[in-house]
Structures are given as C-alpha cells and as structure tokens.
T-cell receptor, first 113, second 121 residues
Framework: DQQVKQNSPSLSVQEGRISILNCDYT??????FLWYKKYPAEGPTFLIS?????DKNEDGRFTVFLNKSAKHLSLHIVPSQPGDSAVYFCAASEAQGAQKLVFGQGTRLTINP | GAVVSQHPSRVICKSGTSVKIECRSL??????MFWYRQFPKKSLMLMATSNEGSKATYEQGVEKDKFLINHASLTLSTLTVTSAHPEDSSFYICSARDWAVGLAGGRSTQYFGPGTRLTVL
C-alpha cells in the first residue's frame, strides 16, 4: 500500500528551464509534507516543507505547491541548474505520534547543460 | 542546518557476525530518531522509531530481535544487525528530529545522516 506516490521515475530538463516534480498521496491524515534531495550513497538532504494549512511555500529557487483536495503536491525548481541533478523524494507525515515520514519512490532529475 | 552523523559509512562483514551502526545528532538533541533501509533504486523504508530512554517501535515485518536499537542518550542511537546474512546487505540511514522544536509544538524536520553501506559476504 503505497501511501505516497511519485509516478515519474525520471525527469530530464534543460538547464535554465523549470523542473516540476510531482507527488500524490492517499492518506487524508497527512498534514505535513517535505521534499528531500538525495545523491547516491548519501543521506537525503532536506529542501523545503509545507504544512497543510498552506498551499504554497517558497524558498529561493524552490517552491512547493499543495492541492489538498486533489491530494497532490509539486516541487518547482526555477531556474534549473546542473547541480540540481539528483533523486528527489517527497515525504509526508501525520500530526500525531512520532510524526514518522512516509516516502515516495523518488524521481531522478537530470539537468542537461 | 542540523547535522546528523553515522558511523561507519561503510562496513563489510562475514555472514553470522553482528554489526553496530551509530547515529549521532551533532548540534541538537533528539528524543526521537528513525532508522531506514534503502534497497537499490527503491524508496526509503522506515524500519523503526527509536525513542530515548524507552523501547524502539518497529514497523510491521521488521524483526526486532534481528535489528536491535538502543537510544541511550539524546544525541545517540545505535542499530545492531545481529547474525547478519547476505540479504541484510543494504544502505541503512538514520534521521533525527530536533527535540526542542517538537517540545514547542512545532513540526520539526527530520535531518538525515549520510548512511551506512552494509555488505554481508
């Protein structure tokens, strides 16, 4: 039962253009969402998060959008840079308990020069 | 940002031996740490939630007697893979939540360690 889904295993974008990574979830109890970036053989690095009380959060080149009714979130990176090439995971957690994260499968983003 | 370290970064052991992996929060205190496992080209799968001063909470399907977790202090959790077998070979990653942020009622972000590559021969 995959509660958090990233349906695109890979994405290729031209340098300078916008990268849009998508994530869907099924658990309506999730109220906090995060995006992590991961390089091979390294731990994930936190990028940006959003609470369910918001529909947008922006940090520099990164913007996360949340559509609660559609149970969908997306990460926009603009402009895309070669250093953005990595695997991106979205994750979600509930308000109660340990607030453990449930991860999507990841999307491998490749930025072409 | 917050720093979480893991040691060792890479370990190779013989089948049947036990391996201990340490996870430390370096600049914050963590009452809760998490242990994940990642198979090649797969997502991170939560194995257990490590609680300081109490027993760990294991996810369904994870053998608690095989994966021993000890959270002895607010900055250290250890995962011991007992009687390791080749199928235990994987990338193990820990994460930690900032205790102070959680206590204040905030939604604290999990910060991840760099991971430990375990290879069991």
């Amino acid at each position: 039962d995959q509660q958090v889904k990233q349906n695109s295993p890979s994405l290729s974008v031209q340098e300078g253009r916008i990268s849009i990574l998508n994530c869907d979830y099924t658990n309506s109890m999730f109220d906090y969402f995060l995006w992590y970036k991961k390089y091979p053989a390294e731990g994930p690095t936190f990028l940006i998060s959003i609470s369910s009380i918001k529909d947008k959060n922006e940090d520099g080149r990164f913007t996360v959008f949340l559509n609660k009714s559609a149970k969908h979130l997306s990460l926009h990176i603009v402009p895309s840079q070669p250093g953005d090439s990595a695997v991106y995971f979205c994750a979600a957690s509930e308000a109660q308990g340990a607030q453990k994260l449930v991860f999507g499968q990841g999307t491998r983003l490749t930025i072409n020069p | 940002g917050a720093v979480v370290s893991q040691h060792p970064s890479r370990v190779i052991c013989k089948s049947g031996t036990s391996v201990k992996i340490e996870c430390r929060s370096l600049d914050f205190q963590a009452t809760t740490m998490f242990w994940y496992r990642q198979f090649p080209k797969k997502s991170l799968m939560l194995m257990a939630t490590s609680n300081e001063g109490s027993k760990a909470t294991y996810e369904q399907g994870v053998e608690k007697d095989k994966f021993l977790i000890n959270h002895a202090s607010l900055t250290l959790s250890t995962l011991t893979v007992t009687s390791a077998h080749p199928e235990d070979s994987s990338f193990y990653i820990c994460s930690a939540r900032d205790w102070a942020v959680g206590l204040a009622g905030g939604r604290s972000t999990q910060y991840f360690g760099p991971g430990t590559r375990l290879t069991v021969l």
